[in-house]
């Protein structure tokens, strides 16, 4: 096993892992506000086709400005299909989870429509971001050849670590998420708090999405984020709903997905590819068992995640 | 003036009934207005969608063939939704439980008779989907694992599962090398239609099951024992009712059905399974059951509204030339609209004139 192979093992990993850190980082934030988002794979899949066709549509007039207005619209669409969950679970006290399965359906559905003319297209990779000497350098590529996204992720996922941990904004965010109704009765406007915490995970998601389309493949396939949404929300559960765990979680995850690509290419794998390709899922469960079953209180999920709060009724 | 929300004591059964019309109505007409937007014939693509299905004869077969793994699908889901345990990897244990009622059939002799070979590969279809929901109703009754993630994550290992044994171990040699089985013989199979009739096998066994669905729902103590769990679960751990087993018996009982939906259509439609199989029944049976009310009579109804939409949404791609994916978008629609509304079932608008602030103020002390 020479270096080369080492360094590209790595590059790998961060690739695979940027999509799903995205993701989970938002929805941390979500779910910190006591909401549950299942819909993490449709705001992914929205941002995907989102930020794709943004793209294309004004690449000859942006120039190189055009991939940051498809990741910008990307983040934009994310949110905005979000307020339609945020609507019926906050302001109509719907059923969390059914909403958000609504919500991934019909992700699916209308990035499938909104898709449908571009299949077969490709625009021009969005990666790199500093200068060829230092990202084509052959080891130097590890720390520096990467898409912006991916810097941008890394900087998201500690930036809400510390805006969760040790800002006043975050100390409400939870307060919210730890007891509504006290949150409520101190004056703190719960309902608010909420929508701009789906909000916010609506537009990771839909960056997370953008970085399938305009990173890895540029290219628009229907649900080519092949449920790495549903990963996106075991991250969280697993990381007991801290940053730095969801960080380490995500790059787990990760090497599990590099895994497959890596014996699928190889043919090594004395295990059918299938099995690979299960893996990560099968893993998500695994330590979805371990993690649950560790918090025996179950004092590590916010108090009011998924519960409804209607304060006018 | 503003809208004020009042709690009702009691749900409005008029609500309960009224509101899923109301959204199948609403969906119709935000369809057609956003088709007119996107540069289609709006009205003709509903009426394509909504309606060609249901007055065009040819086309029953197609629908009540779509209907029937929704319906029994739906009827599995219900129960475990009126008890808030969400299993929503239906389409995993609809998969495996094919793949198990596949296995009994090749491992079987092939000319075992059809009234031996036909019975075994439902009772497999039912316990292969039994078995891939035990994994979640183990993992949250032994370590609390949330049964949401944990049924979804399993259809995505179930696909695996399916690619691996049809492109591998039951690869059809006569195939032509695409990943699929050999095809179950005449007695390992079910007609697509009871002869002269456009009725599927799998349609009556759904009329059946509404039926058994209805009297457990109502009728019995199960019935009343799963409402009790999801409504108020500490009164129902003071009657006496176990959570545990209401996990294991709703997802049992969803994951068996989904297994029976699985292998009745390999048997009856397909004859054999290839990569096609998985075609989403277990993810539209989510938005059939809440559309239904979580009730079988409404599950039923509402199976047959979501299989026209199915059907419909081809027809108006041929006649509309309307994309693939609106049928997808049109049932998001609707579960959005359904969820929307239960605001309606569980409060009563009320009209308030402008602020009475002046007129406490004014009160004397």
């Known amino acids: 096993m020479n270096i080369g192979f080492i360094i590209d093992a790595l590059v790998t990993i961060i690739g695979v892992t940027t999509p799903i850190l995205l993701a989970a980082t938002g929805e941390l934030v979500v779910e910190k506000s006591g909401v549950l988002n299942l819909g993490v794979e449709g705001m992914m899949l929205i941002g995907a086709v989102t930020g794709f066709a943004v793209t294309l549509n004004f690449g000859d007039s942006l120039g190189d400005w055009a991939p940051w207005v498809g990741i910008g619209a990307a983040a934009l669409a994310g949110a905005a299909s979000s307020m339609l969950f945020a609507f019926l679970v906050l302001s109509l006290g719907s059923n969390q989870v059914a909403t958000g399965l609504a919500l991934a359906i019909f992700g699916i559905g209308l990035s499938s429509l909104i898709g449908a003319s571009y299949v077969g297209t490709v625009i021009a990779p969005f990666n790199q971001v500093f200068p060829d000497w230092l990202a084509e350098d052959p080891i130097g590529r590890v720390a520096f050849g990467h898409s912006p996204l991916v810097y941008f992720a890394l900087i998201m996922v500690v930036a809400v670590g510390y805006f969760l941990n040790r800002t006043r904004a975050g100390l409400i965010l939870r307060a919210v998420g730890e007891n509504d109704i006290s949150a409520h009765s101190i004056g703190y406007p719960v309902v608010a708090i909420r929508y701009a915490a789906v909000a916010f995970g609506g537009a990771m998601a839909g960056v997370g999405g953008s970085y399938f389309s305009m990173v890895i493949t540029p290219m628009w396939a229907e649900q080519m984020t092949a449920g790495r949404g549903w990963i996106a929300l075991a991250l969280v559960v697993f990381s007991s709903w801290r940053a730095g765990r969801l960080l380490v979680g995500a790059y787990f995850f990760g090497i599990l997905m590099t895994l497959e690509l890596y014996a699928k290419a190889s043919g090594f794998s004395f295990l059918p590819s299938q099995f690979w390709a299960a893996m990560p899922y099968i893993m998500a469960i695994v330590v979805l068992a371990v993690m649950s079953a560790r918090d025996v209180a179950g004092s590590e999920a916010p108090a009011c995640l998924g519960r409804p709060f209607m304060p006018n009724s | ?365």
Do not use: C
Request: avoid cysteine.
């Open chain 2, 1 to 365: 003036m503003r809208i004020r929300l009042e709690k009702r004591l009691t749900p409005s059964r008029f609500m309960l009934v009224a509101t899923p019309v109301a959204s199948v109505l609403l969906t119709m007409a935000l369809g057609a207005v956003i088709f007119e937007l996107l540069g289609f014939d709006g009205p003709d693509a509903i009426y394509q969608t909504f309606i060609t299905p249901i007055v065009a004869p040819y086309k029953w077969v197609d629908v009540l063939t779509k209907a029937a793994p929704l319906i029994i699908i739906a009827l599995g889901l219900s129960l475990g939704n009126q008890a808030k345990i969400w299993n929503i990897g239906a389409e995993g244990q609809y998969v495996i439980g094919a793949l198990a009622g596949a296995g009994v059939a090749f491992a079987m002799p092939q000319a075992a008779p059809g009234f031996v070979a036909v019975p075994a590969m439902i009772v497999a279809g039912i316990i292969g989907g039994m078995a891939w929901a035990a994994i979640p109703a183990l993992l949250k009754t032994r370590f609390r694992v949330s049964e949401v993630l944990s049924t979804l994550m399993l259809v995505y290992v179930a696909m695996q599962v399916l690619n691996y044994l049809i492109g591998g171990p039951w690869k059809d040699p006569n195939g032509h090398n695409f990943p699929q089985t050999p095809p179950f013989s005449a007695t390992q199979s079910l007609p697509n239609v009871i002869p002269g009739t456009v009725v599927p096998p799998g349609f009556v066994v759904a009329i059946a099951l509404t039926l058994v669905f209805w009297v457990l729902a109502s009728r019995s103590v199960y019935g009343f024992s799963v409402r009790t769990v999801g409504a108020a679960p500490s009164a129902a751990r003071y009657g006496g009712f176990d959570a545990a087993r209401t996990v294991w018996s709703t997802l049992m009982i969803s994951g068996g059905m989904a297994g029976l939906a699985g292998i009745l259509e390999a048997m009856s439609q397909l004859g054999q399974i290839n990569l096609g199989f998985p075609s989403g029944y277990g993810f539209t049976a989510i938005i059939v059951s809440f559309l239904g009310r979580l009730h079988p009579v409404g599950v039923f109804l509402a199976g047959l509204i979501l299989a026209v939409t199915y059907v419909g949404g081809q027809v108006a791609q041929t006649a509309v030339h309307v994309p693939e994916a609106t049928a997808g978008i049109f049932q998001a629609t609707m579960l959005f609209l359904i969820l929307a509304s239960d605001i309606l079932v569980r409060y009563r608008l009320r009209l308030v004139r402008a602020a009475p602030r002046a007129a406490t103020a004014g009160a004397p002390a």
